[in-house]
């Protein structure tokens, strides 16, 4: 069991800024390693950003450097809000340790502000008792192959926080890598509504279907000759993204599925896209292969 600690009130100072594309990692992923971050998305003409921002500020004041803010300008920043995949605004995302951990959209009530402030103060590296240098190891745990051992730790710290999207989702993809998918599925369904709605479990959702899909993946010698053999056999092509994404060619699976978008976009009812998607969705925002790959498919579709 996971023991909690006391710590001390993040520091103050620059409680509030402006971020943009060229700051956001400075001012968000990095800052939030030391304090948590609020992200508000907004934009000039949002009738509701004008009540939600100058609220979520005086929150964020009042818990007297446990928090930071950083208001992201969507018109200004598009590649952001399109990385983060931001659909309506007011959208609001809590970042720790490099990561979205919580969030809402629209505009709350003050008493919904303070909670979620509240809330989410208490997930930083000083006010969380330890948990978010646990969900940091069972992560490392995952990355190095030792599947059991990270499940078990997410599980301890869902005991703590059973509200920790995080570690659910990380108890989730601890479970696909094990193989125990019928778990890792359950695991899923078990999630409440607003839980499933996090950026943690949307991850895990995506990496799930990509292990369905992966169960299910032809040979990939036999797949790539019948692509060579025919260049335009959609399905053989859209098969081989499958196999490579299963063999661990997270790359050389979403080139083939660009490829696939180029030749015939609306194939299977749009199947490339969505595929991509669903790649896009279990891999970090700013993974190299999302980035890249979000940006030629863009240059596809606005071509």
């Known amino acids: 069991m996971l023991e909690l600690g006391q710590g001390n009130d993040a520091p103050a100072g620059d409680l509030i800024k402006d971020a943009s594309e060229a700051t956001f990692m400075a001012d968000v992923v990095e800052a939030s390693k030391e304090v948590p971050v609020i992200v508000d998305f907004w934009a000039p003409w949002c009738g509701p950003c004008k009540t939600l921002g100058p609220a979520l500020e005086a929150e964020v004041k009042a818990a007297g450097g446990k928090v930071k803010m950083v208001k992201v300008n969507i018109d200004e920043n598009q590649q952001i809000a399109a990385q983060l995949r931001i659909q309506s605004i007011p959208t609001v995302y809590a970042f720790v340790n490099g990561q979205p951990v919580d969030g809402f959209q629209g505009a709350v009530p003050p008493s919904e502000i303070k909670a979620f402030i509240e ?36 599980a301890a710290i869902l005991e703590e926080d059973p509200n920790s999207a995080a570690a659910f989702g990380g108890l989730v993809r601890a479970q696909i890598a094990s193989g125990d998918l019928e778990t890792a599925e359950a695991t ?98 700013d993974d190299p292969i999302v980035l890249n790959g979000r940006r030629k498919l863009s240059s596809m579709i606005f071509v």
């Open 119 to 154: 809330k989410v103060s208490l997930l930083g590296p000083e006010g969380d008792g330890g948990l978010a240098d646990a969900i940091e190891a069972a992560e490392t745990m995952l990355a190095e192959g030792e599947a059991s051992d990270a499940a078990e730790t997410f």
């Open 188 to 285: 899923l369904n078990g999630a409440t509504a607003e839980m499933s709605k996090t950026p943690e479990l949307e991850a895990a959702h995506a990496q799930l279907e990509l292990a369905k899909q992966a169960a299910k993946a032809g040979p990939l010698d036999d797949l790539r000759a019948a692509v060579e053999a025919n260049p335009d056999d959609h399905q053989a092509r859209f098969d081989l993204a499958t196999a490579l994404h299963a063999a661990g060619d997270t790359e050389g699976a979403v080139n083939e599925l660009l490829e696939l978008f180029r030749r015939d976009r609306e194939w299977n009812d749009g199947a490339a896209k969505a595929q991509l998607f669903t790649i896009f969705d279990a891999l970090k925002p």
